[in-house]
């Protein structure tokens, strides 16, 4: 299981489940050049450090070895937020889409219906057709 779970990790980090969320400066600071007073509204989002190479070389590339050994630097690879702010339901999507993938892989066998299918991207990339899939119950 832990290499699924390399699997999915690396799939929330070209696709996170949220694209980010806003924060209060809590004191005036200096970023990039800009300064931000206290009280703005700040918008952060996962993707700016999962697809910066600087922490993820060859950012487009799917590679779950990533996650092996150390893994990434703390604070890069967040789909679930960090900090005091992460999402409390965390471990309860690892658990389920583990337990999802496991009964899956073990019980049917996927056939793409179309092979060739298009990718859209609207405010994600998604299936033109939806990825259509037949389940073929497997032989226990």
Known sequence: MKYSWNVVR??????????GGFREALTDFTYAGFTVPKGWKIHWTPY???KNPKYFPD?????????EGNGPRPYT?????GGPSMCPGKEYARVQILVFIYNV????????????????????????NGLPIHLHPRQM
């Open 59 to 67: 950012p487009e590339k799917f590679d779950p070895s990533r996650f």
């Open 10 to 19: 690396e799939s929330l980090r070209l696709l996170p489940p949220a694209f």
């Open 48 to 50: 700016s450090t999962h």
């Open 105 to 128: 892989v073990t019980r049917f066998k996927l056939e793409i219906v179309n092979p060739n299918e298009k990718i859209t991207l609207n405010s994600t990339p998604m299936p033109a």
């Open 77 to 81: 690879f967040v789909p679930f937020g």
